[in-house]
């Protein structure tokens, strides 16, 4: 079984991470192959909505698979699943979010237009004790949350429970582990009842009225994560991660 399970249920597609060993982290290979899937998904005219989720309740997603990054392998931006949802992507996408989501697993959960949470779920945004920002989705919190709550979730990396991300507007419904997937499909099939031209229509205009400014901010999200991995803390982050020490940052001139 491949680090990406994909199953139909009905009108619903499902993309699960199945990398539970290491609480679902996102190396290259994983990121690609959710690509494939998603786009796949928004081939076939018969999936009307499409669910992500992960595999087991210890995570729904780690993140970015440091070991990897401290390797050198990191996926091209433009291929990336998160670019992909975040540029447009057509059909509606429900997390299922089994499980802490961490980093970039928060990230994914953001991209998304509908959130179900586990009970024990929590958010969480790590990136500045990495050494880099969390530009994939992370900064964009202000457009959703007080700026003193995106902040402090942004600059302290204190986690965010499920619960309160209900609160606070982040996440449809907070449910036991084991209603998790089935609530989210079962929100995925009540769309798939519905015009699937109006529901697309409907998507798009909701999402183009957030921000016409949207192409500007990825942009300058992009430049700021490809100078931060230009640097010397982006790979330190990584290599005290893999080393389990703390990390050494350098000044800022």
């Known amino acids: 079984m491949g680090t990406v399970v994909c199953e139909r249920v009905g009108a619903v597609g499902v993309v699960r991470i199945n990398r539970p060993q290491v609480r679902n982290a996102l190396d290259p290979d994983t990121l690609l192959a959710m690509t494939d899937a998603l786009l796949g998904y928004d081939a076939d005219p018969g999936v009307r909505a499409v669910v992500l989720t992960g595999t087991g309740e210890l995570s729904f997603s780690a993140g970015m698979d440091l070991r990897a990054a401290a390797e050198g392998r990191l996926v091209d931006v433009a291929r990336s699943p998160l670019t992909l949802l975040r540029g447009g992507y057509r059909k509606p996408v429900i997390a ?31 990136e500045v004790g990495r050494g880099i920002a969390a530009s994939e989705g992370g900064t964009d919190l202000p457009r959703r949350l007080p ?30 582990a084991d209603e998790v997937l089935p609530r989210a499909l079962a929100l995925g099939a009540r769309i798939a009842t519905h015009s699937p031209a109006a529901v697309l229509a409907t998507k798009r205009l909701m999402h183009l009225s957030l921000d016409p400014r949207e192409r500007d901010l990825a942009a300058a999200n992009r430049l700021a994560t490809l100078e ?3 640097g010397p803390d982006a790979a330190e982050g990584a290599a005290a991660f893999v080393a389990r020490r703390a990390p050494r940052w350098a000044d800022v001139p």
Do not use: M, Q, S
């Open 96 to 126: 299922a979010v089994n499980g802490p989501a961490v980093g970039g697993g928060f990230e994914l959960a953001l991209a998304c237009d509908l959130v179900v949470a586990a009970e024990h779920a929590y958010f969480a945004l790590p």
């Open 147 to 176: 700026i003193a709550v995106a902040l402090e979730l942004g600059l302290t990396a204190e986690p965010l429970p499920a619960a309160r991300a209900h609160e606070l507007g982040l996440v449809n419904a907070v449910v036991p």
């Open 228 to 230: 931060l991995l230009a």
